[in-house]
Structures are given as C-alpha cells and as structure tokens.
C-alpha cells in the first residue's frame, strides 16, 4: 500500500515556500514604484505592532556541494567580504529611505552560501551597520547557517553578543562515501565540537540540517547518521528529501551517476525510518519536513498556531514584511514578491547607482491573496478552511482535485475544515497543489520542480 501511494503522488511540485511559486509569478516582472508602494503600505500596517524581518543572503562558499540549489559564489578569497557587506548596507539604506520612520527589526537570519565564510570582524560590521539605522523590537532574533569546518569560538562568540540565540548546522549525512558524492566532507568529532561550542556559549536553539535521498545512502548510513544526530540532541531537526533538479542547476548536480540515487521506494522508507528515529527519541513534527524538541519554540508556535513560513522557512515569529539583502534575495511584503539580481556583479551594480537591484517580481491579485492563505494554513498547520473566499463552485474544484486523496485516507473533510491526517502529512505539498489555480492554468510543458517525495 505504501508502495503504490509512492507512485501515484510522487509528481514533480512545488515546495511552496510562496504562492504564487517563482515559476507562475508575472512574466512582466513587477515596476519598482509598485514594490516601493508596497512596502511602504506593509510597513504602515505592521512594523509598530510586529516590526520587520531581514533576511541576509551572504552568498561565498570555500567550495561547492554538488546537492545545493541555493545561489552561492564560490571564492578562497577572503577580500571579497567587505566590498559585499558594503552593497548590502548601501541595499538597506535605499529601503530605510522609503520608511516613514525607524524600522523596528523582529528577526534577522543569515543565509547562505556560507555565513561563517566571513570573519567575526566582518559580520559585526554588518550587523551594527544595520542597527545605526533600525530599532530591535523587545522579542528581537537573530539566527544564522553555518559550516561546521570554518565556524570558529570567535564567530559563536560575537554573533552571540549581537543577539544571536538560535544557528543551523549543515550536516546531510554523516557516511564518507555519500559526503564525498555530494562534497561535503565533515567528521562527526567536528560537528560535535561546534554544536557544543555553541550550547556552552549559551545558544539556545540549534539546528541541524539533514538530507534523504542523496546518493549512495543506505539504510545503515541512514540510521548511523541519526543515531549521531540525536546524540547531540539539537532543539530542531530539519529533514529534506533531496531536490534533484540537474535541468536547473546543470552540471553542478551531475557530480554522481543518477544511478547512485535511492528509488523512489527507498527515499520513501529512509524517510519514515528516520521520522520514526526521531519520534523515539522525543521529537515532534513540525510543519512539512521539520521537527522539534517540545521545549522548543517552533514546536510552540505551532500549538499555539503562530507557526509561519516564507522564504527563510519556517519561523516561530511571523512579519508581515520581509525585507531581503545581497544578491538573489527575495523580499516579501505580503502584496507582493521581488528578488533581487542573482549575479554578484549586476546586484552590485544596481546598488552602486542608487536603485533597488530588483530582477523581477509579482503583485499579488486578490485570489493569489486568499489562495496563499489556504496553502499557508496548511504547510503550518495541517489544515485549512475551504469557506475562506472560496465560493461554493471554487470549494467544490477543489475538492474533485483531492477526491484520491480522500479516498486513499491521506486527508478528510470536518464541515468545512480540510484535515491533512498523519499519514498524509508526507504528501502535503500534494494537498497545496489543489490550490494552486495558477498551476492548473498553465501547467508546464517542460519540468520546472523537483518530485514531491
């Protein structure tokens, strides 16, 4: 039965860190008077009661992990940060000149690329250039993405003093032969080494990122890389299936024969082998792909249904702005998406004449609105309410999309309340897609996702 529900909802989707997806934004792009207006509508409504996020792409990396979609620059030269710290404070003015008064910052998350590429000197400097023209709202967090190998006491330490409480290691898996595949070469002696620096300096939540799917994973790979994680026992677990999209990221996904790669019945049993570890060991599951100690504040958020998710993931402190720095970032106002030029030499560019290095973008309609509420309910919470500016004729669309899922049981309907049960929640972004009108309009003629499982 597991088998055959593999192969019937293991199509290529979304992963629906927004709606609309990137794919489906506007083709015209969005006009930089109308992002501007946006933001400046986002920031009236809400920065005195929530304030702002940042998010900040630091985009270098030492070297390249052939299983990263992510924009990175790969550079051994270390001259290149402060030029870039420079265009992404330059970035920030051009914002804080739209705002009406002194944004109030909620979170900052560092990502990457590689934020402990830069030196604790050079991301102090960042971070006390963004405070010269911001306030720290009272619940202020500050989190960051780090490289166990070039992480330091030094970098823990001083991102510490700034505020920062909660990082993320990248780990994926522990077996030399799979971290050779995807060159990402790491020892558990050293992960152990920079996840307890981290606790004794005082963090109190630590992260650690993990991945099934890559190639030669095995069971026993799969169960050792577990038993080490859970040794160490980090507050959060974020556990991914491989996004394999070499038509997209080119040969830097071709580092492997695909042939080295899990079946698609294989991924499915790592995954529940490794949920099942995790649940013994006292995890809870937390929105689509992500767990937590109960003490945790994700797990938290989502009891008390504050549980948020964009672009940064998922995040226990919703914004409804999101402003995001450095090349290939992407900004959230609620109205509307822009990202920002994904080449290090056309963001710098842009910044350096004085305009928002906006590459493209999308306004949001008034159904794109009430469509990316329903798929938030349910990549938080695991449900949603069909009634919600959905008339009757649109509910019931809905409904004749999902009519295999509830006859296979992954989903049930409570009045008008759409349930995602427990054992459907492995097919969530399944369930997302039956919402997504512009997917149905103009489904691709060629693949533009990675597969759903």
């Known amino acids: 039965m597991r088998s055959s529900l593999i192969r019937k909802y293991n199509i290529p989707g979304p992963r629906y860190t927004s709606y609309p ?34 998010y900040i792409h630091l985009p270098f990396c030492e070297s390249l992990c052939t299983f990263c979609a992510c924009h990175k620059r790969i550079s051994k030269s270390h001259a290149v940060e402060m030029p870039y710290i420079q265009t992404v404070l330059k970035e920030w003015a051009l914002y804080c000149q739209l705002f009406p008064q002194k944004p109030m910052i909620r979170e900052i998350h560092l990502g990457g690329g590689t934020p402990t590429f830069f030196s604790a000197e050079s991301l102090q400097y960042l971070l006390q250039g963004i405070f010269t023209r911001a306030e720290k709202s009272p619940h202020f967090s500050l989190s ?5 190998n070039n992480t330091s006491l030094e970098q823990i330490e001083t991102l510490y003093q700034l505020g920062a409480r909660r990082t993320s290691f ?14 990402r070469e790491q020892s558990f002696e050293q992960v152990s080494k920079i996840h307890q620096l981290s606790r004794q300096t005082g963090f109190e939540s630590i992260s650690h990122d993990l991945i099934f799917g890559l190639p030669f994973q095995t069971e026993e790979s799969i169960r050792d890389t577990m038993e080490k994680t859970i040794q160490l026992k980090p507050d959060r677990i974020a556990y991914y299936s491989y996004a394999h999209v070499p038509w997209v990221k080119g040969v830097m996904q071709r580092g492997f024969d695909e042939k080295d790669l899990p079946n698609e019945t294989e991924k499915r049993h790592f995954y529940e082998l490794g949920k099942a570890l995790l649940f013994q060991a006292g995890y809870e599951e937390i929105g689509m792909d992500h767990f937590a100690l109960p003490q945790d504040g994700l797990y938290q958020a989502m009891e008390n249904k504050t549980l948020h998710r964009n672009f940064m993931g998922y995040t226990a402190g919703k914004t409804q702005l999101m402003i995001g720095l450095g090349m290939s970032s992407i900004s959230d106002s609620w109205f509307a998406f822009a990202q920002n030029e994904k080449s290090l030499k056309a963001y710098t560019q842009r910044v350096e004449q004085g305009q928002l290095p906006i590459l493209r973008g999308h306004l949001l309609t008034a159904e794109d609105l009430i469509l990316r509420r329903h798929i938030l309910n349910l990549m938080c919470q695991f449900e949603t309410d069909l009634s919600f500016g959905l008339n009757l004729q649109e509910q019931q669309l809905v409904k004749d999309r999902l009519q295999e899922m509830f006859s296979d049981e992954l989903i049930a309907l409570q009045g008008s309340r759409l349930l995602v049960l427990p054992k459907g929640r492995m097919f969530v972004r399944n369930v997302c897609m039956a919402f997504d009108f512009r997917l149905h309009r103009n489904l691709p003629k060629t693949r533009i996702f990675s597969m759903t499982i």
Request: proline share 6%; net charge negative.
């Open 21 to 54: 997806t990137v794919p489906f934004w506007h083709k015209e792009g969005i006009l930089t008077i109308d992002w501007q207006a946006s933001v400046v509508r986002s920031f009236q409504e809400s920065n005195a009661t929530e304030g702002i996020s940042l």
């Open 144 to 148: 960051y993405e780090a490289h166990p």
């Open 170 to 183: 990248g780990i994926q898996d522990y077996n030399p032969r799979v971290q050779k595949a995807i060159r």
